[in-house]
């Protein structure tokens, strides 16, 4: 079992920024990808990146340039790091992992950025 959560969301002004954070705990030896996601109001789940156990960060080509995913191993935790916001990045970002078998999620944390 795993178990994320997700903190720093909230609400700023187009062109701010914000850093997300995902504390897992429980099995995390077994994690073997981690990844960002969000879902904006009315619309799909939409993955922002992913970052394997071996340390290799992948965004998807929309989400390049302004977003970057960290981790601190010592404190088990994922980082979005959010810059040059505007209000179409206004979502429920979402951690998850990824175990051989099954994937966990995080309950979401929310980034509203006004114009």
């Known amino acids: 079992q795993v178990q994320l959560v997700e903190s720093g969301g909230g609400l700023v002004q187009a062109g701010g920024s914000l850093r997300l954070s995902c504390a897992a705990s429980?099995?995390?030896?077994?994690?073997?990808?981690m990844s960002w996601y969000r879902q904006a109001p009315g619309k799909q789940r939409e993955l922002v990146g992913t970052i394997a156990r071996s340390g290799s960060i992948n965004y998807v080509d929309s989400m390049k340039g302004r977003f970057t995913i960290s981790r601190d191993n010592a404190k088990n935790t994922l980082y979005l790091q959010m810059n040059s916001l505007k209000p179409e990045d206004t979502a429920v970002y979402y951690c998850?992992?990824?175990?051989?078998?099954?994937?966990?999620w995080g309950k979401g944390t929310l980034v509203t950025v006004s114009s």
């Open positions: 429980g099995s995390i030896f077994s994690i073997n990808v």
């Open positions: 998850k992992a990824q175990v051989i078998g099954m994937d966990y």
